[in-house]
């Protein structure tokens, strides 16, 4: 059974996360389905705008690790699978929209970061808590950075804790919001707004973008994904984690 949903209509895919049980964590099979979708998203010339959701109360709570913390080669294999997901995200010839409701932590704040626009309502928890548990977001950083700037991103990373959704759109973490209840109408009305563009122009401005910015040199988000995999296989964030997951 898949892990990811993709639906298409009128020209706008959506692509949900769908493990509503374990609030969207990114297990390995998660992550590797979502490879498969934005891969299948990204030759399908009908697609104008990709939206990118989570099934049920929360859009993403972040990578769960739960079962893999003694087995250090899939705690590597699913944050560099996070990171060419997220490249591909980013280097989608569409537009994208992270619908963000509940929860986006970690790296599923990475997923709605990455995205073009993000939009969430006022209750929503965002942010990275990662040093916290004794982990390190490098994997996000990259993108983090782009979103809100080196000075905030520093800010955000070092000092850890979550936010509001109120608070993530005052800092610019994320583009919009809509009560909870209207978001996925106002996503969706968003999105029909964003398939009438030129899809030529789209594309070209896409890429353009991507290359000013650095999105589409791959070797400083190989590094991010190992920097972040060393420091997880490391003493001070399995025994945090272990304690954490022994209180639970």
């Known amino acids: 059974m898949t892990l990811v949903q993709t639906t298409i209509e009128d020209g706008i895919a959506t692509v949900m996360l769908d493990r509503p049980d374990k609030r969207n964590a990114l297990s390995l099979d998660l992550i590797n389905d979502l490879e ?3 891969s299948s998203v990204a030759e399908n ?3 104008r705008v990709l939206i990118l ?4 109360k929360s859009f993403c709570a972040g990578m769960d690790l739960q079962g893999v913390l ?3 080669p899939r705690m590597a294999g699913m944050l560099h699978g996070l990171s060419r997901a997220m490249r591909a995200i980013r280097r989608l010839p569409v537009p994208t929209i992270a619908r963000v409701q509940g929860a986006a932590v970690g790296g599923g704040c990475g997923l709605a970061v990455v995205c073009d626009y993000a939009i969430s309502h006022p209750e929503a928890k965002l942010g990275y808590p990662e040093v916290e548990l004794g982990v390190c977001p490098a ?8 979103r809100v700037g080196p000075g905030r991103a520093r800010g955000l990373l070092l ?6 959704g109120q608070s993530a759109l005052e800092i610019g973490l994320i583009d919009e919001l809509a009560a ?4 996925s109408g106002r996503t969706n009305e968003f999105a029909q707004k964003l398939a009438l563009g030129g899809q030529k122009a789209l594309s070209i401005t896409k890429h353009w973008l991507n290359e000013l910015e650095g999105s589409l040199v791959d070797e400083s988000f190989e590094q991010a994904a190992q920097i972040s995999a060393e420091v997880i296989a490391g003493e001070e964030a399995q025994n945090r984690l272990k304690q954490i997951f022994k209180e639970s």
């Not at 959701?53 to 049920?56: F, K, L, N, P, V």
């Open 36 to 38: 498969s979708a934005l």
């Open 159 to 164: 000092a850890g804790g979550t936010m509001s």
């Open 45 to 47: 010339d009908s697609i």
């Open 139 to 146: 994997v996000v950083a990259p993108w983090l950075i782009r």
């Open 53 to 56: 959701a989570g099934e049920g």
């Open 180 to 183: 909870q209840e209207a978001l």
């Open 70 to 72: 003694d087995d250090a």
